[in-house]
């Protein structure tokens, strides 16, 4: 069974940072596309960032560029986004995911989200 366990939201002042942790099983990640989403509150969902299968340069929404980092770590199967710098327009529930095809087969699995507030 796939999992994907999105951890590390809270809430935080104007300018703080948070590290948000997925914790991933069923799908090995260093051969999935993992990204992150989030939807703030009465908006549409947002891309974030995504990496690529084996590990390459992530890409980032020009929102969150220059104040996110994603990273994944392959040994534990987990993927993380460092938030520095966070403003209110940051506040939303944050939602991990893993793409990839598996025998030719494509996947898709997303985590349940994990929420972050940013005051002003």
């Known amino acids: 069974q796939v999992q994907l366990v999105e951890s590390g939201g809270g809430f935080v002042h104007f300018g703080g940072s948070l590290r948000l942790s997925c914790a991933v099983s069923?799908?090995?990640?260093?051969?999935?596309?993992m990204s992150w989403y989030r939807r703030a509150p009465e908006k549409e969902r947002e891309w974030v960032a995504s990496g690529s299968s084996g590990g390459g340069s992530p890409n980032y929404a020009d929102s969150v560029k220059g104040r996110f980092i994603m990273s994944t770590d392959f040994n534990n199967n987990r993927a993380y986004l460092q938030m520095n710098s966070l403003a209110p327009e940051d506040t939303g529930e944050y939602y991990c995911t893993g793409k990839g095809t598996h025998r030719g087969i494509p996947y898709e699995f997303w985590g349940q989200g994990t929420q972050v507030t940013v005051s002003s």
């Open positions: 069923g799908i090995t990640i260093s051969d999935s596309v």
